[in-house]
């Protein structure tokens, strides 16, 4: 069993920037995805960005590509969310998950084995 620990969030004015950490107890995995998903209200989750674990490879959304940054730390069990030039419509709860074995796909919530808690990001006009 692998817990995802979230931190971060919070409130901002449009363009600013805030940074999300995804923590898991464990490394019971040596290769697959650790991804970042978000919902807002009445809408359904989707895909913001994920990195393979085993080669670093980064995905982003349309809708982020250019402001948000996707990395892993050092001790290779954290990933980060860095999000620049927030916008209103960033607003959402944001969840990290990992993806033990990798599959065809990294957009897709179904594919993820393992979610952290959410955390809300509010981003003002």
């Known amino acids: 069993q692998v817990q995802l620990v979230q931190s971060g969030g919070g409130l901002v004015q449009a363009g600013g920037s805030l940074r999300l950490s995804c923590a898991a107890s464990?490394?019971?995995?040596?290769?697959?995805?650790m991804g970042w998903f978000r919902q807002a209200p009445g809408k359904e989750r989707e895909f913001v960005a994920a990195?393979?674990?085993?080669?670093?490879?980064?995905y982003y959304a349309d809708s982020v590509k250019g402001r948000f940054t996707i990395s892993r730390g050092n001790t290779k069990t954290t990933v980060y969310l860095q999000m620049d030039s927030l916008k209103p419509e960033d607003t959402a709860v944001y969840y990290c998950?990992?993806?033990?074995?990798?599959?065809?796909?990294?957009?897709?919530?179904?594919?993820?084995?393992?979610w952290g808690q959410g955390t809300q990001v509010t981003v003002s006009s």
């Open positions: 990195i393979t674990w085993i080669t670093s490879t980064t």
């Open positions: 998950a990992v993806q033990v074995a990798p599959s065809s796909t990294v957009t897709v919530p179904w594919v993820y084995d393992y």
């Open positions: 464990a490394r019971t995995f040596s290769s697959g995805v």
